[in-house]
Nanobody
């Protein structure tokens, strides 16, 4: 099992920046992929940025060019630098971990919570 704790959410004006952090603990010696998902009230869950165990990075089109994801294997952390924030970025942001075997042959950002480990989330509000 993997436990994930997110931090760094808050309220910011449009055009501003925030940095989210996620710390993983537990079976962190396993090979797994980490990703950020978000969900706004009344909207579908969206995978927005992820890093595979081999370092490959993927972004959703909605955040490409504005958000930067980074992973530190030694510290078992996943950060998300969010710039040029828009009101439509308002959502609960979740950090997720998926074992390599779950991600193989599919899209990390398209996975569901059922097949991985998720944190409790951190709220981001852009006005």
């Amino acid at each position: 099992h993997v436990q994930l704790v997110e931090s760094g959410g808050g309220s910011v004006q449009a055009g501003g920046s925030l940095r989210l952090s996620c710390v993983a603990s537990g079976d962190t010696h396993m090979r797994y992929c980490l990703a950020w998902f978000r969900q706004a009230p009344g909207k579908e869950r969206e995978g927005i940025a992820g890093v595979d165990s081999d370092g490959s990075i993927s972004y959703a089109d909605s955040v490409k060019g504005r958000f930067t994801v980074s992973r530190d294997h030694a510290k078992a952390t996943l950060d998300l630098e969010m710039n040029t924030l828009k009101p439509e970025d308002t959502a609960m942001y979740y950090c997720a971990a998926y074992p390599d075997v779950v991600v193989a042959g599919t899209s990390l950002l398209g996975l569901t919570p059922r097949s991985g480990y998720w944190g409790q989330g951190t709220q981001v509000t852009v006005s």
